[in-house]
């Protein structure tokens, strides 16, 4: 889980939390898009993977900032951890 923990704050982090900590999280797992996405702070800033895989049993989720530009997510594969993003573009009409 370090691995992940480490992924997540070198990748994702960045992106979803610029300042001061608040982004918006679902969670993965039976249900949650019926719950939809809530808006939190992390104030403990790291190991977010982990810390979420201690609570429901797996460190899946998706994120995005309050501004809604950047996506990510977090996934197990087997025994391999991804860490997703992508960017939406501004229209530019």
Request: hydrophobic residues 40%; proline residues 6%.
């Amino acid at each position: 889980m370090d691995t992940l923990d480490a992924l997540w704050d070198t990748i994702a982090k960045p992106l979803i939390t610029p300042q001061p900590g608040e982004f918006l999280i679902m969670l993965w797992g039976k249900g949650s898009v019926r719950e939809g996405w809530f808006r939190v702070q992390d104030s403990l800033t790291s190991k977010l993977p982990s810390r979420i895989c201690d609570a429901i049993g797996r460190p899946e989720f998706f994120a995005l900032p309050l501004n809604g530009r950047d996506f990510c997510a977090v996934t197990v594969e087997e025994d391999d951890y991804w860490v997703v993003t992508h960017t939406y573009e501004a229209n530019k009409n």
